[in-house]
């Protein structure tokens, strides 16, 4: 089965600086990543999600690449604010089960003021 | 419009008793799941559903057992509770062949 291994598991960074996650997955026929955000206390929410046809997705201060061939995918946040810690997820799905989720460990973020 | 609804939101239990998780969602989505968080492990399947009347086996499914009696409604039983799944559940659902997933709110379960 898929395999999603995520990288760091902790992140503190400053006000205002970028913050990068990476997962790698292991099965070649996944082909949707998406990331999902978890505050304290909260449900896992849906922030972005990428799509094997497209190398990279924006949206405000959020961003996704995606690398097929090495079987990577990282997201980017710059300009982090304070509400932006959290716990932070990704997840690979796709090949015979398209509609299954293999999620990574988890990243928490810290966005110090 | 309520998403995805789980009941109780947090329970405690003693060893080897039972209990029912309820998931009822109101998007008339296909697919339902239920997953596992523990501190470190993230977010893993343990039983999931393609539609009424069907269950499948996820990744960690062994002390649980699950039901789809109903298109809107997905339990997960546990029989004989252990200390090891001392967990927060969380409840989802997709549409049809997609893994956008909607999560609940999730139940906090302690077994003594």
């Not at chain 2, 470190?40 to 996820?58: F, Q």
């Amino acid at each position: 089965g898929e395999n999603v291994e995520q990288h760091p598991s902790t992140l503190s960074v400053q006000e205002g600086d970028s913050a990068v996650i990476k997962c790698t997955y292991s099965d070649s026929a996944s082909n949707y990543f998406p990331w999902y955000k978890q505050e304290l206390g909260k449900r896992p929410q849906l922030i972005i999600d990428i799509r094997s046809n497209v190398g990279e997705k924006k949206d405000q201060r959020i961003a996704v690449t995606l690398n097929k061939t090495a079987k990577h995918f990282s997201l980017h946040i710059t300009e982090t604010q304070p509400e932006d810690s959290a716990v932070y997820f990704c997840a690979a799905s796709g090949g015979g089960s398209n509609y299954k989720l293999t999620f990574g460990k988890g990243t928490l973020l810290t966005v110090n003021p | 419009n309520a998403g995805v609804t789980q009941t109780p939101k947090f329970r405690v239990l003693k060893t080897g008793q039972s209990m029912t998780l309820l998931c009822a969602q109101d998007m008339n989505h296909e697919y339902m799941y239920w997953y596992r968080q523990d501190p470190g492990m993230g977010l893993r399947l343990i039983h999931y559903s393609v539609g009424e009347g069907t269950t499948a086996k996820g990744e960690v499914p062994d002390g649980y057992n699950v039901s789809r009696l109903k298109k809107q409604n997905f339990l997960l039983g546990l029989e004989s509770a252990a200390p090891s799944q001392t967990s927060v559940y969380f409840c989802a659902s997709s549409q049809t062949g997609t893994a956008l997933l909607f999560f609940g709110s999730g139940t906090q379960l302690s077994v003594l």
